[in-house]
Every structure is written in structure tokens, then in C-alpha cells.
């Protein structure tokens, strides 16, 4: 967002007066979703009758323009709550140079428990440039591809999984204008078109993570400098392949905001997106729509599971907390299997924890949903992103040069993946001073 807007939003605020803090009640923010406010409520009701002695109360995030921008308001403005329950991965580390977060494997009995929650890959994944971790692994939303069966299934060399040869044969196949005006008004697919840099996390990367098995687009080298690395032929090819994808109209550039669902309406046959998605399609399709939902497309000389982004969202305990370690017992009640359970079970989203899919605590929960069980094993195949306090920018130069080379086909995909290795580059450099 404008700094001017950030800095308009901050003036408004005013500081919390420290004793004040150190009389009130535990503060837990949860997001303003209808399921995670009734995840919320139950836990906070369950801690207050466990614990009458260590009084806590929860409410919604304020409502505002992102989340984001509360958050960072509410850190300058020193109003954070003790407890945050929704914070984006990438934003941790920023706030963690900040010093505006609680060091949790300072705490009695977290590191026990995390890893007895998260594989090894997670913690080092979560784990701050600093060396201590500062955000519990929680939610997860892994983006898949959900295409219409019936549809793709009727196409020549076209059916899942997905190669960047089958998913475009079946682009040349599906793309048509069915009313005869001259006119496309059948598409393989829509993804934003939108220059933002989070819109990326919804194309480009989980199709690089997916092409590079889960390589990532920054290296953090202790001692030297950090740079990029996603200069290589994954990112390459990615580019590539969606460019093929404009360039050919076999995905739509303008937004397809019709009366009804695009994907119900069968105007596309696939989407990139996650198992939110799932609901929504279970409660408003048509009678006899069938879809199925696939790892994303890969290089076709791809070997190994398919890796994809998976949209993490964790839990932090501010600074301003009174009683870090009272915190950190309450959030334990939220991820530990009853927790993890509910919240499958009020939302549809996956905790972040080791074999979800196969653990049989889970299992009656994705037999009753089985149209949820293709992303709860795609779990074990997920990447947050890189542990760097500029990695919204990293992104943005990433998406300025989406823009030119993928939609509007300006540039080359070697000249558009070198021009945003370069700019990242000097970023880092830049950022390297500056400490």
C-alpha cells in the first residue's frame, strides 16, 4: 500500500499506556471470517473455564483495508494484541528485525512441541535469519489446479496429472467461440491479470515451486550477501508457459466478472486455487458438474511430486504481551489435534502439521470430505516463502516483469526472468548496507 496511506493510518493511533497493560487480560486477535471467529470463541470459552486465573478475551482483527495494514498500524501505535492468529509467513521476518516479536523457542516446552508438530523442512522454513523462531506453524491452503471433468476428459492427450504439453493441448482444444460473434468466450482458464505482487503467489510461484521441486527464489547465505535464485530455467519455462497461455487466448486477460461463477458457469475449464474453493463449488454447482482437483502443471520432463505454495498463515506473540508464556499455553490448545480438528472442521483449511493425510486422528473428518482429501495430501509437498523482510518487494519486481513478459508479451522470458534477478539483486544489496 502508499507509505502516505500507512502514514495516515499511524497518525491516528495513539500508544498504550504500559501500566495499563500490565492490569488488562490476555488479547487474542483471530481473522474476521465467520470460522475462525467461532474457532476463536470455543477456544477462548474452553481457556476461561481451564483457566480462571489467566483471563483472556478475543475479538476479530479491526477491520480496515488488509489485515497487513492493521497489523503494522497496530505495531507502530504499540496496540498489538498479545496474540495474533492470522500473520502472513512473509511478514515475520520483518517484524522479527523489529524486535516487535517473542522469541517462542524461548519458552518452556515450545521446541519440544513444534517438532514434534512440523517436519525438519518446516522449522528451517520458519525459522528467522537470527536463528530463533518467532511464528507457529498453523493453517495452511495448498493452491491446486480444479478442472471440469467432464469437459477435459473429452479432450485429446489432456487428461491430469497436468504437463505444460497436456494442459496447453488442452487450451487448443477447449478455447473456442461458441456463439459465433467472433469472439473467445470459452476459455481453459482465468488467473489475475493484476500487476500486485500478492497475485503472484497464485500463479507464477506455486507453478515455480511445482517446476524446481520446491527450489526457492532467494538464498540467504550466512556471512555473505543474500541474492537471487530464481535466474534458471524453472522460472524460465514458467513464464514461458503462461505466456503461451495469453499469447494463444487460451486464458482469458479480461476479468470475468459475470452473474455467476465463471468455473460453474463452464466459461473456463480449470482454475489455480485452493480448498476455500471447495465449498463454494459443493453448495452452488449445477446438478451433474463434476471436477477434480490435480497437482499444477510441471516442465514435462518432470520427475518427483509437484510442489505448490501453501498460502501459510501462522500465530505470533507480541512483545507487548505481559505473560509470554501464558500465551504460549493458550495457543497450544489451538494446534494441537483437537485444535487442529476444529479447525478443519469450521473453516476447511489444513493445519500445517506432518502426514494430515494419513494420521488417524484426521481420517473421519476427510472421509466425510473426500473432495477435500486431494489437498490434505498435497500438504506433505508445500513451501511458505523466503525468510526476508523484503520479500513484498521481491515480488512486486517479479510481478512487473509478469506483466511485461507474460501478459502483454513485451519481453522475452530469459530477458524478463534476468532484468527481476538483477533488480532483486540490487534490493538485496541495498538491503545489506542499510544494516
Not at 45 to 57: A, V
Not at 213 to 235: C, D, E, M, T, W
Not at 400 to 406: D, G, N, R, S, T
Amino acid at each position: 500500500m502508499p507509505k502516505l496511506s500507512i502514514l495516515l493510518c499511524l497518525l491516528g493511533l495513539t500508544a498504550c499506556n504500559h501500566e495499563q497493560a500490565t492490569n488488562r487480560s490476555l488479547t487474542f486477535w483471530c481473522s474476521n471470517n465467520a470460522g475462525e471467529i467461532a474457532f476463536a470463541k470455543n477456544f477462548t470459552d474452553q481457556w476461561q473455564k481451564q483457566r480462571p486465573d489467566k483471563p483472556l478475551h478475543y475479538q476479530p482483527i479491526p477491520e480496515g483495508q488488509s489485515s497487513e495494514e492493521i497489523i503494522l498500524a497496530s505495531v507502530v501505535g504499540k496496540t498489538t494484541p498479545d496474540i495474533y492468529a492470522n500473520m502472513w509467513q512473509g511478514s515475520v521476518e520483518m517484524y522479527a528485525k523489529a524486535n516487535v516479536l517473542i522469541p517462542l523457542d524461548t519458552l518452556t516446552g515450545f521446541r519440544e512441541f513444534i517438532m514434534a508438530r512440523c517436519d525438519s523442512a518446516v522449522i528451517r522454513e520458519i525459522t528467522s535469519s537470527d536463528g530463533h523462531i518467532y511464528q507457529v506453524p498453523w493453517k495452511v491452503n495448498p493452491i491446486m489446479l480444479v478442472s471440469n471433468t467432464l469437459a477435459m476428459n473429452d479432450l485429446n492427450n489432456a487428461q491430469p496429472p497436468y504437463t505444460y504439453t497436456k494442459y496447453l493441448n488442452a487450451g487448443r482444444q477447449f478455447t473456442q467461440d461458441k456463439n459465433g460473434d467472433g469472439y473467445v468466450d470459452q476459455w481453459l482458464g482465468y488467473t489475475e491479470v493484476k500487476a500486485i505482487w500478492y497475485e503472484r503467489l497464485f500463479n507464477f510461484y506455486p507453478l515455480y515451486l511445482a517446476a524446481s521441486n520446491g527450489a526457492p527464489l532467494i538464498v540467504n547465505n550466512r556471512g555473505r550477501p543474500s541474492r537471487a535464485a530464481f535466474n534458471n530455467q524453472y522460472a524460465v519455462e514458467v513464464f514461458r508457459f503462461l505466456q503461451t497461455l495469453y499469447k494463444d487466448g487460451y486464458f482469458a486477460k479480461e476479468r470475468l466478472s459475470a452473474t455467476r461463477d465463471p468455473f460453474l458457469a463452464k466459461r473456463i475449464a480449470s482454475q489455480f486455487t485452493g480448498p476455500w474453493t471447495v465449498g463454494f463449488l459443493e453448495k452452488f454447482k449445477d446438478p451433474g458438474f463434476e471436477y477434480g482437483t490435480y497437482a499444477m502443471p510441471v516442465p514435462d520432463n518432470h520427475r518427483g511430486p509437484a510442489y505448490t505454495y501453501g498460502d501459510p498463515k501462522n500465530i505470533v506473540i507480541f512483545n507487548t504481551c505481559r505473560d509470554p508464556q501464558a500465551a504460549w499455553e493458550f495457543v497450544k490448545t489451538l494446534v494441537d489435534k483437537p485444535g487442529d480438528l476444529q479447525l478443519m472442521e469450521l473453516t476447511g483449511q489444513f493445519p500445517r502439521r506432518k502426514n494430515v493425510d494419513t494420521d488417524p486422528y484426521f481420517a473421519s473428518f476427510l472421509t466425510k470430505n473426500p473432495r477435500l482429501l486431494p489437498f490434505a495430501k498435497q500438504a506433505r509437498y508445500i513451501k511458505g516463502v523466503d525468510n526476508s523482510e523484503v520479500i513484498v518487494e521481491v515480488f512486486d519486481i517479479i510481478s512487473q516483469e509478469y506483466e511485461a513478459c507474460v501478459i502483454f508479451n513485451k519481453k522475452t522470458p530469459e530477458a524478463a526472468i534476468a532484468d527481476a534477478a538483477k533488480a532483486v539483486d540490487v534490493l538485496l544489496m541495498s538491503e545489506r548496507v542499510k544494516e
